[in-house]
Structure formats: structure tokens, C-alpha cells
T-cell receptor, first 114, second 119 residues
């Protein structure tokens, strides 16, 4: 199993540009989520999905869209990038959304918005 | 709302000495508690979790954590630190789910504690 994969690993955008961060998992996990990691702030939840066709907002959803058309894929879209979105983005998945399951994390995407 | 506090930005310990990384939490009802470790330029890796039962939980790489309900704490411990344990450690909490309340399924992370083990 490849686990959770993310592309690209690095990305530089100009303010106002759009892009999609890709996330895929091959573990048939029901639950997938996107976090951003900023220094001194830990990980903050952006959006999550409890199954194909079902998504919901997390703590910091503004400026981001998601969709979940398949179990495997959970892309994160930045509609109009802003410097405040400079961060490291992690995708994670777990077998189910029940509380006791640990999450598996991808390697991250480091995004810089100029 | 649920929250996690990791009061120490950094913990320094000499190799071979015991280590403790502190975590306190706030949640409505009973919690699920997790510890994750992050090595440089890597994603988070699961270390251990508390769901129910024995308050002392053992996990990967010789780490353990003690759940203390009265103090709402879940401190990470290791009897003898290794230089290779140097990394960023995150505590996380999730409340036990309430039927139809999807918001309760989200994990809340602490701000992280950098562990530095000196040779």
C-alpha cells in the first residue's frame, strides 16, 4: 500500500491564482481530512469528509473548497490564493469517522503564496 | 468546543534520561486521546491512543502515556530517551461521538512540543 499520497510536494503561487492540491489513499478509508500547519499553531482542520459525496467544514474553511467523488480521492482547491494561505498542508485518512480510529497522514504540500 | 494545551514549546533532555511531554485537554464528555510525532519534512505518525480501559497506554518506539481524568491530562513519557526521539510531538483529542453530530468527529490538535534529546 502506498498509504496517503499528496501532490505536489512544493508549490509557489502568485496572489489570485488558483490551484488544486491532490490527495489519494489506497486503504479504502471512509474518513479523509485536510489540515494546515502553521508555526506555533499546530494543525488546524480545513475540511473533512466522512464518505464519498459527503463533506463538511472544519475550523478554517474560508478560501478552500473540497469534493469527494470517490473513496480514494479528496482534492483541496484554492480558488484565489492569498499570502495568508502560505502554509504546509496535510491530508489524512482513517478507516472510519468513529472516534477511536487513528489517522494516517500524507507527506504534506508546502505552499508559498507571493 | 474541545481544545488541547501543550504548555511547553520545547523540552530538552539528555540521552538516557526519562522524558515527559505534557498535554492537557478540554472536551465535553469522555475523550479519545492521541499522540503523534512529526520528524523534519515528514507527515505526522501515530504513536499511541487512549480509548477506554487502562489509564496507562503503551505505544510505538517505547513511548507510553498516562490518562488522568481528574486532571484532564494525557502526558507522554519514555523511561530512557534516545537522540533519535528528537522531533515535534502533537497531542490530539476527539470527543466521543454524539449521534448525528458530525462536528464531534474532528480531531483537535495541540500546538506541538519540540523534543530535543542531547547526546
Amino acid at each position: 500500500n502506498a498509504g496517503v499520497t499528496q501532490t505536489p510536494k512544493f508549490q509557489v503561487l502568485k496572489t489570485g491564482q488558483s490551484m488544486t492540491l491532490q490527495c489519494a489513499q489506497d486503504m479504502n478509508h471512509e474518513y479523509m481530512s485536510w489540515y494546515r500547519q502553521d508555526p506555533g499553531m499546530g494543525l488546524r482542520l480545513i475540511h473533512y469528509s466522512v464518505g464519498a459525496g459527503i463533506t463538511d467544514q472544519g475550523e478554517v474553511p474560508n478560501g478552500y473548497n473540497v469534493s469527494r467523488s470517490t473513496t480514494e480521492d479528496f482534492p483541496l482547491r484554492l480558488l484565489s490564493a492569498a499570502p495568508s494561505q502560505t502554509s504546509v498542508y496535510f491530508c489524512a485518512s482513517s478507516y472510519s469517522s468513529s472516534g477511536g480510529r487513528e489517522q494516517y497522514f500524507g507527506p504534506g504540500t508546502r505552499l508559498t503564496v507571493l | 468546543a474541545q481544545s488541547v494545551a501543550q504548555p511547553e514549546d520545547q523540552v530538552n533532555v539528555a540521552e538516557g534520561n526519562p522524558l515527559t511531554v505534557k498535554c492537557t485537554y478540554s472536551v465535553s464528555g469522555n475523550p479519545y486521546l492521541f499522540w503523534y510525532v512529526q520528524y523534519p519534512n515528514r507527515g505526522l505518525q501515530f504513536l499511541l491512543k487512549y480509548i477506554t480501559g487502562d489509564n496507562l497506554v503503551k505505544g510505538s518506539y517505547g513511548f507510553e502515556a498516562e490518562f488522568n481524568k481528574s486532571q484532564t491530562s494525557f502526558h507522554l513519557k519514555k523511561p530512557s530517551a534516545l537522540v533519535s526521539d528528537s522531533a515535534l510531538y502533537f497531542c490530539a483529542v476527539r470527543a466521543l461521538p454524539v449521534l448525528m453530530d458530525t462536528g464531534r468527529r474532528a480531531l483537535t490538535f495541540g500546538s506541538g512540543t519540540r523534543l530535543q534529546v542531547q547526546p
